[in-house]
């Protein structure tokens, strides 16, 4: 999945993507950096 930054630093998530992991609004990310690359990860539990 390709995602456009905003000129504000925003991004959204594919729909697809947010179907598939369960994402509501409100629910918890993990983002994090390693060997340079971004990972966004679901956090646990989705509370």
């Known amino acids: 999945m390709l995602i456009t930054l905003a000129e504000r630093g925003q991004s959204v998530i594919p729909k697809e993507?947010?179907?598939a992991l369960g994402l509501?609004?409100?629910a918890k990310l993990q983002m994090r950096i390693q060997d340079g690359q971004?990972?966004?990860e679901k956090?646990?539990?989705l509370t």
């Open 24 to 26: 509501k609004p409100g």
């Open 43 to 45: 956090r646990w539990p």
């Open 17 to 19: 993507a947010r179907d």
């Open 38 to 40: 971004l990972l966004i």
